[in-house]
């Protein structure tokens, strides 16, 4: 095999471009402008892939003598004849000519691989970012399809799965050392908020889920991923009839309706093979991370998952923490008992919701609680069984979590009282791509998938598939930088050992 040279590159890219000026002179009086730009961006690609290896022929073959030490003091010997490493671009497939040093014994180590970080598989590191980003967006089949459409060049669907498999090996390292966002982009509120999700699974998964099945159970099609928000946000004082009023006649109140503080710097997690327990774990010291000396307040906002919030009482026993019940769920339930005993959005029942709404707000929870037992004391001849399960069911829905209804106390402080965040999480970081018509995953599958949306929706990306890059250059290149001379920023554990400055957060 031949090494590539850039005097040929540069003929062939200047006799290429001076084709593609030609092509548009000539074309031009008969082409529509679509079909130009089409052929233009044909052309275009041609000449990428000159450029490519023009880039290659510069860098050289990795040519180090005729001897390579290694750390470990072996000694290896250049081979006669250049070894051939297929390279897929998003300009199109070549070999890049290697030169390797070798002895028997030992695996044969290429110098250009480590010095120019070439992929240990044959996609390019920017071909499969573009894999990523169709992938963590689309099934896998509609990527390959809108790779081929985009690029013209074809990578059949099982491959986009591989990579990205591979893609979110490097997850946990990834947010080991990413730093805290700085203080001054932060709000002066840190909360964190959790919920599950289902996600359909494929048979043999599911029938893992429940082995043993009880008389007239069915069996499970969705095993339950793992959400986890962090983010920070400025107070937002609200009286307790703006609330009320925002939620039960929301019409009466566009005009007056004051702006939504934003959440800042959200970290978004999904997981589909980890607990509960490291999901809370990871999320809760990332929030301690952003606040190490506990000088704003930490607040946990859930829906009723009792589950949930023993956990978060453990994780979070040495910490002091304000636990807020998510006020949608509240309402949710006197909606229950309204369209129960009034009928379905009646005005009489409206205004039952808005009254009783108004209360909790004002932090009457018991006021409220004792009123539902009247009515069902007092309506022990008239109601309707079903109507007395609804306001049962609120009762003790009220009871269980009283607890964490303190509305009263923040508002006052401006405390969110919404689990907005971690429910649009689960939307469109979970829902949105692993459900839909036919979807089934494998719990390997869809877990790759779950870790790269959550870096996706984190704002992370860029941040993450840079911190990528170096972790495989060092993972499969260690020795070969020491021996070149180059040096490699991480250690033999896979972690930066120390930083010229942050990663550049993402706007």
């Known amino acids: ?21 030609e092509f548009v002179q000539n074309k031009a009086p008969e082409f529509e402008a679509y079909e130009m730009e089409q052929s233009i961006f044909s052309y275009i690609m041609k000449i990428g892939l000159t450029a490519m290896q023009g880039y290659f022929a510069v860098k050289g073959t990795g040519d180090e003598g ?83 459409k985009l690029l013209g060049v074809k990578v059949y ?34 909360v964190i908020g959790f919920d599950g999700i289902g996600v359909p699974v494929i048979k043999s998964e599911a029938a893992k889920l429940k082995a043993r099945l009880g008389k007239g159970e069915k069996r499970q099609k ?44 959200i970290r978004r997690m999904a997981s589909l093979e ?19 000396e506990s000088k704003t307040p930490l607040i946990v906002v859930m829906d009723g998952a009792l589950a949930l919030w023993t956990l978060i009482d453990r994780v979070l026993k040495n910490f002091e923490y304000t636990g807020v019940l998510d006020i949608i769920h509240v309402v949710e339930y006197l909606w229950k008992v309204a369209n129960a005993v009034f009928g379905e959005k009646t005005t009489e029942g409206r205004k039952w919701v808005y009254d009783n709404l108004l209360l909790i707000m004002k932090g009457r929870v018991q006021w409220v609680i004792g009123g539902l037992k009247n009515m069902i004391k007092e309506g022990e001849k008239t109601l309707s069984v079903a109507q007395s399960e609804s306001i049962t069911a609120t009762i003790t829905y009220f009871n269980n979590h009283h607890k964490w209804m303190h509305y009263d106390d923040y508002l006052r402080k401006g405390y969110p009282i919404g689990s907005g965040v971690v429910e649009s999480t689960c939307g469109h970081t979970v829902k949105d ?14 877990e790759a998938i779950l870790l ?30 020491t021996a070149l001379g180059i040096p490699d920023d991480y250690n033999e554990f896979g972690c930066r050992v120390a930083y010229s400055q942050p990663f550049e957060k993402v706007s």
């Open 1 to 21: 095999m031949q090494a590539f040279s850039i005097e040929q590159s540069i003929v062939k890219g200047n006799i290429q471009i001076k084709e593609l000026f």
């Open 452 to 481: 790269l949306r959550s870096v996706y929706t984190s704002s992370d990306w860029d941040d993450y598939w840079q911190c990528h890059m170096e972790l495989e250059r060092s993972f499969y290149y260690h020795d070969t930088l």
């Open 66 to 148: 005729d001897e390579l030490i290694l750390e470990d003091g072996d000694v290896l010997k250049r081979e006669n004849y250049l070894r051939g490493k297929d390279y897929f671009s998003v300009f199109g497939k070549f070999k890049v000519p290697r030169t390797c040093y070798r002895r028997e014994g030992r695996v044969g180590v290429m110098p250009l691989d480590a010095s120019a970080n070439l992929p240990h598989n044959c996609y390019s590191y920017l071909l499969q970012e573009w894999m990523d980003i169709l992938s963590v967006r689309n099934t896998f089949e509609e990527s390959s399809i809108s790779l081929e």
């Open 157 to 190: 669907s099982n491959r986009f799965e591989s990579v990205t498999r591979a893609t979110c090996m490097n997850y946990d390292q990834y947010y080991g050392q990413k730093e805290a966002p700085e203080k001054s982009n932060e709000g002066s509120i840190n």
């Open 222 to 265: 969705k095993k339950e991923a793992m959400v986890g928000v962090s983010y920070t946000i400025d107070p937002k004082q609200r009286t307790p009839e703006e609330v009320a009023s925002n939620l039960i006649y929301p019409e009466n109140n566009e005009k007056n309706r004051k702006p939504a503080v934003r959440a800042e710097n």
């Open 433 to 446: 791509r692993m459900e839909g018509t036919g979807r089934r995953w494998s719990i390997g599958g869809a």
């Open 274 to 292: 980890r607990s509960r327990d490291e999901v809370v774990t990871e999320i809760v010291s990332y929030a301690r991370q952003r606040d190490p």
